[in-house]
T-cell receptor
Framework: GENVEQHPSTLSVQEGDSAVIKCTYS??????FPWYKQELGKRPQLIID?????GEKKDQRIAVTLNKTAKHFSLHITETQPEDSAVYFC????????????FGAGTRLAVHP | ETGVTQTPRHLVMGMTNKKSLKCEQH?????MYWYKQSAKKPLELMFV???????ENNSVPSRFSPECPNSSHLFLHLHTLQPEDSALYLC????????FGSGTRLTVV
C-alpha cells in the first residue's frame, strides 16, 4: 500500500550543527519527493523537492538526496539556525494518479542557540 | 498570501451543529485536496477533486461532505461531528507540489 515512513520523530541540535531527516517510501513508481516545513500555527510550506531522475539537489543550506534503489530520501540542513526550528514533512507522489502526495509523520526539529 | 485561502481560520462547534469550511484558490490549478492534520499523526488525505469531480474519498465518515462547485472553490460541510474530529483541516491545490492554505483549526465540543 501507500506508505511513507519518516525518522526521527524529534531531533534536537545545537545552532551551527547539521540535521538529517530520513524517509522511506513503498511505491516504487513514485517520481516526485517534496519536503515541507511547518512552523507552529502555520501552514506547511514547500522548501525543496527532488524528482526521480536526479540523485541530489541543493538550495543554500538545504539539500535532499534520493536513493531510488533503496526507496529512501533524506533532507540535510547545514549550519542550522534557531529559525530552522519547525516540523518537517517528507512526501512521495503516488504513481496512481491525481498527483496525490503521501506524507510522512513529520520530524520536530529544535535548534538551540 | 499563498494563493490558497481558507476560512474560517478557527471554528468551535457543538456536536449537533452544521458548519462549512471554505477553500479558494486563484492559481489556476485544477486539482484540490482536503487533508486532516491531527497531533502526532501524518497528514491524512480525505478527499481529492480533479476538474471538479471527486476522484477519491479515503473512507471518510459521511459526517464530512465535500463540495467543489468550480475549479477555484472547495467546501467541506460538517454535520454531527465527534470530539475526535477536532483537528487542523488543510486545503491544498496542485501545482508541481502542493500549495497549502493556512488551515481551519476545528474544535468540536
Amino acid at each position: 500500500g501507500e506508505n511513507v515512513e519518516q525518522h526521527p520523530s524529534t531531533l534536537s541540535v545545537q545552532e551551527g550543527d547539521s540535521a538529517v531527516i530520513k524517509c522511506t517510501y513503498s511505491d516504487s513508481a513514485s517520481n516526485y519527493f517534496p519536503w515541507y516545513k511547518q512552523e507552529l500555527g502555520k501552514r506547511p510550506q514547500l522548501i525543496i523537492d527532488i524528482r526521480s531522475n536526479v540523485g541530489e539537489k541543493k538550495d543554500q543550506r538545504i539539500a535532499v538526496t534520493l536513493n531510488k534503489t533503496a526507496k529512501h530520501f533524506s533532507l540535510h540542513i547545514t549550519e542550522t539556525q534557531p529559525e530552522d526550528s519547525a516540523v518537517y514533512f517528507c512526501a512521495a507522489r503516488w504513481s496512481g494518479g491525481y498527483n496525490k502526495l503521501i506524507f510522512g509523520a513529520g520530524t520536530r526539529l529544535a535548534v538551540h542557540p | 498570501e499563498t494563493g490558497v485561502t481558507q476560512t474560517p481560520r478557527h471554528l468551535v462547534m457543538g456536536m449537533t451543529n452544521k458548519k462549512s469550511l471554505k477553500c479558494e484558490q486563484h492559481l489556476g490549478h485544477n486539482a484540490m485536496y482536503w487533508y486532516k492534520q491531527s497531533a502526532k499523526k501524518p497528514l491524512e488525505l480525505m478527499f481529492v477533486y480533479s476538474l471538479e469531480e471527486r476522484v477519491e474519498n479515503n473512507s471518510v465518515p459521511s459526517r464530512f461532505s465535500p463540495e467543489c462547485p468550480n475549479s477555484s472553490h472547495l467546501f467541506l460541510h460538517l454535520h454531527t461531528l465527534q470530539p475526535e474530529d477536532s483537528a487542523l483541516y488543510l486545503c491544498a491545490s496542485r501545482g508541481d507540489g502542493y500549495t497549502f492554505g493556512s488551515g481551519t483549526r476545528l474544535t468540536v465540543v
